[in-house]
């Protein structure tokens, strides 16, 4: 059941880190696909409902303010109302004809639109009542009657109150037009009708700069459905439908309040987008089926070699000590293999001398027991001297006795690995004073320890081998005859270090013998401290040597500044 759970957290675990970063990558592209095509459409809106919406109202208004000019003129209005000229004061004749020309070209030159090709007034007859053209083909031979009477007959027949726009395929001007038809009307009776000719693409220019996307049209319809402009021209003058929509294609609307028009767009989300969409959505189906057999085959390829160690483990358990792992694979999963196949045949090894490894262990308990009888013998010797030189009133030697006593006590705590200062000082001054008696009135020891530093924690018996050797080597050989050893701590806070400083004015030592620390023959108890101080406190640590033959020796011991040690067997700080 273990091992199953196992697998499953392998499988869940590959699933995850390889599905999570797929899956946020395609939801991007997802996203910014999504994105970028709401963007569009908002766009799309605003551009039509604003922007082109606005272009085709300007249009219209520049037509209506050009055709609107000639309501200026009321003689000429009252003329085309009588069908005849007009005498205003029986002086002169009013030439229609001439007056409408002067009124078309100033109509002409005023205007806001450039692309005007004709102007011309029909009256109610269905005559010419006056002309301006600022482009006349080469076989133009004059406004047929017959053509003036159809402008006449369609403006009849439009439902339209106003002004009606006309696109023309053909015509005299030998291109494509766009004719506005504008009725006349004066104190309530049809007088004629103004025809503005203007080129086909002015309208389409206007409009379709605002056409950037994939496969736009546009679609302006009157009151009647019927269309009036195209991005296909030869949709125009043609029945609005449904089917005259592409499939699938996006719309937008917007209408046009005072004339009753409406204007669509419809347009394509571009194929580019669909692609990234689709491709993404295969990623992500492809991805999902690739990582689960993926992670099924890996997991349960992982996972075998362990259910079979653990079915071995479990026989050793067992007690049956010839279990042994089939190793298929070099990899690190073999290598544990090939470390339980040798773990198990010492551990067989181990079962078969058990007999003998206890009988040998007993041995060393034995003997080890037995080297503890003579300190302990000796210890308390002297505590038995001590009392007879008590006794027998001879304090020096009772003194000897106890430092050395002390001293032996000391030594045989053999548990204790870390000491407060204090009592590593105390210890130094039983050794001090002994050696004092051996050599009275030579040495002078001067040891400063501030008050802070005596509950500092540093190894034990780190002290004696260096003093001792600062005696025997460096002081007791030298001629000079005041002898001095000093002892001084100091804290260093900011390296987080204790410097011990052991200073002696001996003999010193000669540049080829300085390096007693790696030597194992004159300097056994520095070579000791060296190495105890490297394995307890790191390679940071340790001795330090400075000499100099005839001035003497200063020995630096550096620790770490530690105010309270863990007592490993009873899980304690003290």
Not at 133 to 141: A, E
Not at 460 to 470: S, V
Not at 536 to 543: E, I, V, Y
């Amino acid at each position: 059941m273990k091992i199953k759970r196992i697998r499953m957290k392998i499988l869940m675990a590959m699933l995850l880190t390889t599905g999570i970063p797929i899956t946020i990558l395609a939801g991007i592209i997802l996203y910014q696909v999504s994105q970028t095509i709401r963007n569009d459409a908002e766009q799309a809106q605003s551009r039509i409902s604003q922007d082109m919406k606005s272009q085709i109202e300007d249009y219209n208004q520049d037509l209506y303010d050009t055709a609107y000019r000639v309501y200026y003129n009321f003689d000429l209005l009252e003329s085309l109302r009588r069908g005849a000229d007009y005498q205003p004061d029986n002086s002169r004749n009013y030439d229609t004809l001439r007056d409408t020309r002067d009124l078309f070209w100033g109509m002409y030159y005023n205007s806001k639109l450039k692309d005007i090709l004709g102007i011309y007034l029909v009256n109610s007859k269905g005559e010419s009542a006056g002309s301006f053209f600022s482009y006349i083909p080469v076989s133009f031979s004059g406004l047929d009657p017959k053509y003036l009477n159809s402008l006449m007959d369609m403006m009849e027949q439009s439902s339209e109150q106003g002004p009606l726009l006309v696109y023309h395929r053909q015509s005299f001007y030998e291109q494509p037009i766009y004719q506005y038809l504008h009725p006349l009307n004066y104190r309530g009776k049809r007088v004629g009708l103004l025809v503005i000719d203007i080129q086909g693409t002015s309208l389409q220019q206007r409009i379709e700069k605002y056409n950037t996307y994939y496969k736009g049209q546009v679609i302006l319809t009157n009151a009647l459905q019927v269309i009036v402009y195209h991005t296909d021209v030869n949709q125009i003058n043609a029945k609005l439908e449904d089917s005259s929509l592409a499939p699938g294609s996006k719309l937008v609307t917007t209408n046009f309040e005072k004339l009753g028009w409406k204007l669509l767009y419809t347009y394509m989300i571009n194929p580019s987008l669909l692609f990234f969409r689709n491709v993404a959505i295969a990623v992500i189906i492809l991805a999902f089926i690739l990582m689960i057999g993926f992670s099924l085959t890996l997991s349960f390829g992982i996972t075998k070699p362990i259910v079979l160690l653990h079915r071995n483990m479990a026989r050793i358990q067992l007690g049956d000590y010839t279990a042994r792992t089939d190793v298929l694979t070099q990899d690190e999963i073999g290598f544990l293999g090939n470390q339980f196949n040798q773990m198990a045949e010492q551990i067989e090894q181990l079962i078969d001398h058990d007999l003998k490894l206890q009988l040998v262990n007993k041995e060393v308990q034995i003997k080890a027991l037995q080297a503890q009888i003579s300190p302990h013998f000796l210890h308390n010797t002297l505590q038995t001297m001590s009392s007879i030189a008590m006794i027998q009133n001879a304090p020096d030697v009772k003194i000897i006795c106890q430092c050395l006593s002390n001293m032996y006590r000391y030594n045989m705590n053999i548990e204790e690995e870390w000491v407060t200062l204090r009592e590593e000082i105390r210890h130094i001054r039983n050794y001090l004073y002994i050696i004092n008696k051996r050599y009275p009135e030579i040495l002078r020891i001067n040891i400063r320890l501030e008050e802070a530093l005596q509950t500092v924690y540093v190894p034990k018996l780190i002290l004696q081998p260096i003093i001792e050797n600062a005696i025997d080597h460096g002081l007791i050989p030298s001629r000079k005859s005041k002898k001095i050893l000093k002892v001084y701590v100091r804290e260093d806070r900011g390296e987080n270090k204790l410097r011990i400083y052991i200073i002696d004015n001996g003999a010193g030592m000669p540049p080829s013998v300085k390096d007693l620390l790696n030597k194992t023959s004159d300097s056994i108890g520095l070579h000791n401290v060296q190495t105890r101080l490297k394995l307890l406190c790191g390679k940071d640590f340790g001795l330090r040597l400075l000499s100099k033959e005839g001035k003497g020796t200063i020995v630096v011991i550096e620790l770490p500044l530690r105010e309270e040690v863990t007592d490993v067997r009873k899980g304690v700080a003290r």
